[in-house]
């Protein structure tokens, strides 16, 4: 929602773009391979990721321009390594605004002070803040560039049809209707996913209690790029609220509603007023501020029991909903996009079998059932559904203030990288040294650069014995990494030891000893062409 | 602990809740409920208390 007299999408610093339906009519019919239903930021992160791998397809988006209502603004360092690999991370490093620490309050007192893993070994920082409408626009401007992925704007996908090989569907545009076939369908078409209910699908979890206004002001704060929680504040006894900053002087205040406080209330313009005065008073801040957006939401952990249906899969919010406080939200869609895009690319191109498509399903919901259980711990603290919880958080809070030991409960512990470690595609783990397989590639130095930048566009061998050099082929590429070098420490590699890397920076296995046979019989379980 | 320290604890917690009033004793004991927790360093043994002191409750 936006204040009286401004239009839906009457941003004060972002002008939205408007976007026509399509005008060659002639070819709308013409069967794509991949048609992905939605262009938010994972629909286009999989278009993106598919084309990387030579694979063309089709982005459907109901609307004419970028999304206003979801309104992610933190993205992850496993996502800044998705989208270098796409090649679209430049604008998102020179507008985004890195940070490392979180700050909790209790009753206006610090309590404690938390700083996310990072080290110079890493190339990206643990989290950046970026208001989604960039996010969008970024992606943007690599989707348009890109000949292989085609966008049709304003056009609503209204039916899906099960047809030998493929799935039909019927798309509704300003000029007209008409039906397309394709061979896959990825549906990132949101939370309120149009094509999970035709499918008749429906998400399973719990629904939390806590309610929270979400607002972005604009103001010229003076505070750096610390995420700030305020517990039992005085200008909202009993609640929380989360306070970030954004490019642009935009700051995202979320404030959690009392029990029994009316939602149609609290979203009235003169009740947000009245609420984001109160808690910028609280944060110190008595300069001028503008109201630029507000919202609602409370927190939910929802997830499809199957990510697959038939020649459908669901990525992003149309698989799972997670509460916000994990910020997981957008980081776990993105990482199911670029899970699903090299993999399907792969499968289309002929460099994998299609049985490699049932691993997303154990690898991606997998990922999301790690971040309920995180989420509803966070959740649990932020909003305690009982009076058990309640009591024990709030003494939490309240020992903490000469206590930092009973802060650390306070610490939401976000972002460390899901490990795919059940999945039917990780092979074998060696003697147990670094990195397992399934988890993500850490981050090391090598020759003034990161080792992510000396990985190929798909399986990468990493090695310290130079005798495996000879195993690249089309479908590996080999690195040779000196013995006792930073990389070889972070993953474990002694002279003879090898890890395979996948397409999306997961480890798919990892030997002591490696043997060329070895590693051609992993590429072959990684791909689906061998079952393990 | 002798008979007369446990004693002396008994009393002091007696005299403190009364301090501190009924609204706020529940959210006291919790707080010093964590902070032995810690001092005591045995999560197994804590939960087996937690567990006995949940106990007889309707005794």
């Known amino acids: ?532 | 602990m002798t008979p007369l320290d446990v004693e002396a604890v008994y009393e002091a917690l007696a005299e403190t809740l009364d301090a501190v009033g009924d609204e706020k004793q529940r959210m006291f004991l919790a707080k010093l409920a964590l902070l032995l927790a810690r001092d005591l360093g045995d999560t197994a043994l804590v939960r087996q208390r937690i567990g006995e002191a949940a106990k007889h409750l309707e005794a």
């Open chain 1, 1 to 532: 929602m936006r204040p009286e007299g401004r239009g839906e999408t009457e941003s004060l610093y972002f002008r939205y773009p408007h976007f026509d339906p399509p005008e060659a009519r002639e070819v709308l019919s013409a069967a794509v391979p991949v048609a992905i239903v939605g262009a938010g930021p994972i629909g286009m992160t999989a278009a993106l990721t598919l084309a990387k791998e030579g694979v063309r397809s089709v982005l459907f988006d109901a609307k004419s321009t970028f999304n206003d209502g979801s309104r992610a603004i933190c993205i992850a360092r496993q996502s800044f390594n998705i989208l270098e690999r796409l090649g679209a991370v430049g604008p998102f490093l020179e507008k985004a605004l890195p940070w490392t620490t979180g700050r909790s309050f209790y009753r206006g007192q610090q309590i404690l002070e938390f700083e996310m893993p990072d080290s110079p070994r890493e190339k990206f920082r643990p989290m950046y803040n970026l208001q989604q409408q960039y996010i969008e626009d970024f992606l943007w401007r690599a989707v348009e560039a890109e000949p292989l992925i085609e966008t049709r704007w304003q056009s609503e996908v209204v039916g899906v049809r099960d047809v030998d090989g493929g799935v039909r569907l019927s798309v509704k545009d300003p000029l007209g209707t008409y039906e397309i076939e394709a061979a896959w369908v990825l549906a990132a078409d949101g939370a309120r996913s149009p094509i999970r209910k035709m499918r008749g699908l429906r998400l399973k979890g719990e629904n939390y209690e806590g309610r929270y206004v979400i607002a972005d002001v604009q103001m010229a704060h003076d505070y750096p790029t610390i995420r700030r929680a305020l517990f039992d504040p005085d200008c909202r006894r009993g609640g929380t609220i989360l306070v970030h900053k954004q490019p642009d002087n935009i700051w995202r205040i979320d404030y959690q509603l009392r029990e029994g406080e009316s939602e149609a209330e609290a979203i009235r313009e003169e009740t947000v007023r009245a609420s984001v005065a109160a808690v910028l008073g609280e944060l110190g801040y008595e300069g001028a501020w503008e109201l630029e957006w507000w919202s609602i939401y409370s927190a939910n952990t929802l997830a499809l029991d199957d990510y697959r249906d038939g020649r459908i899969f669901f990525i992003g919010d149309s698989a799972h909903i997670v509460p916000i406080f994990g910020v997981r939200g957008l980081n776990n869609g993105l990482a199911d996009a670029h899970n699903m895009g090299w993999k399907l690319g792969w499968v289309l191109t002929g460099r994998a079998d299609e049985r490699l498509l049932e691993s997303y399903t154990p690898e991606r919901r997998g990922a999301t059932l790690d971040v309920f259980a995180n989420a509803s711990k966070s959740a649990r603290f932020m909003t305690p559904p009982t009076s058990g919880w309640e009591l024990m958080r709030d003494a939490a809070l309240n020992l903490a203030l000469e206590h930092p030991f009973a802060g650390e409960l306070a610490n939401p512990r976000q972002m460390t990288p899901y490990t795919y470690a059940d999945s039917p595609i990780a092979g074998p783990k060696g003697d147990g040294r670094g990195p397992i397989p399934g988890a993500a590639l850490p981050g090391a130095r090598v020759e003034g650069g990161y080792l992510q930048d000396r990985l190929g566009a798909g399986f990468t061998l990493l090695t310290c014995d130079a005798g495996l050099a000879g195993l690249a082929d089309v479908m590996l590429y080999v690195e040779v990494l000196g013995v006792g070098s930073e990389a070889a420490e972070v993953l474990g590699l002694g002279t003879q030891g090898a890890v395979l890397v996948r397409p999306d920076l997961h480890i798919a296995a990892r030997w002591e000893r490696a043997v060329p046979e070895d590693i051609t019989a992993a590429l072959a379980l990684s791909t689906g062409r061998a079952r393990a």
